[in-house]
């Protein structure tokens, strides 16, 4: 069965301190990866698709990379408004995602 | 700009009572989803619908029902509510089949407790 691993469950940051997350995942024909960024009482709001292994995406002061086992959001000098959960979502090439449970970022001013 | 609108936002049931959960996008999306998010365990999918006419399981189906109206339209019905039912339901939908790549687009959640 595939499985998803973020990391760390929380983080806090100060402004200004950069960082990064990790999406692990079991190989079971990996097609792609979704992130997300979820503010509390809001639905997920999409970010990044990476397509293949060694592809960036970038988008503000978040960059998101891809490997074949794991995927990082690295956050650059984050701004209290960064804070949120982070979700990933492999796609493992059936009709169905897989979503982590997310790491919770707090940027403290 | 709607997207996905998912209604109520809230909702309180006594056991044993049902209710139908609505969603509509506006995006002309072909694929629809149904998940609930409960603290610990992340979103996880009850059914999906790939394209209009058709409805499949996803990973928690049970005491659960939808409901493929048209096009526009995803219903999630609990015909008999439960306790372990109280949680924050979201509806999503994308252009294709999450094998396509294709981003998910989800709603605002629909918070649902059951007593």
């Known amino acids: 069965e595939d499985q998803v691993t973020q990391s760390p469950e929380a983080l806090r940051l100060q402004e200004g301190e950069s960082s990064s997350l990790n999406c692990s995942y079991t190989?079971?024909?990996?097609?792609?990866l979704f992130w997300y960024r979820q503010d509390p009482g809001k639905g997920p709001e999409f970010l990044f698709t990476?397509?293949?292994a060694g592809e960036e995406k970038e988008k503000e002061r978040l960059k998101a990379t891809l490997t074949k086992k794991e995927s990082f959001l690295h956050i650059t000098a984050p701004k209290p408004e960064d804070s949120a959960t982070y979700l990933c979502a492999p796609n493992f090439g059936n009709e169905k995602l897989t979503f982590g449970t997310g790491t919770r970022l707090t940027i403290i001013p | 700009n709607a997207g996905v609108t998912q209604t109520p936002k809230f909702q309180v049931l006594k056991t044993g009572q049902s209710m139908t959960l609505q969603c509509a996008q506006d995006m002309n999306h072909n694929s629809m989803y149904w998940y609930r998010q409960d603290p610990g365990m992340g979103l996880r999918l009850i059914y999906y619908s790939a394209s209009e006419g058709t409805t499949d399981k996803g990973e928690v189906p049970n005491g659960y029902n939808v409901s493929r109206l048209n096009k526009r339209e995803f219903s999630l019905r609990l015909e008999s509510a439960a306790p372990s039912q109280t949680s924050v339901y979201f509806c999503?939908?994308?252009?294709?089949?999450?094998?396509?790549?294709?981003?998910?687009?989800f709603g605002d959640g629909t918070r649902l407790s059951i007593l």
């Open positions: 990476l397509y293949s």
């Open positions: 999503a939908s994308s252009e294709a089949p999450a094998g396509g790549n294709q981003p998910q687009h």
């Open positions: 190989v079971s024909g990996l097609r792609g």
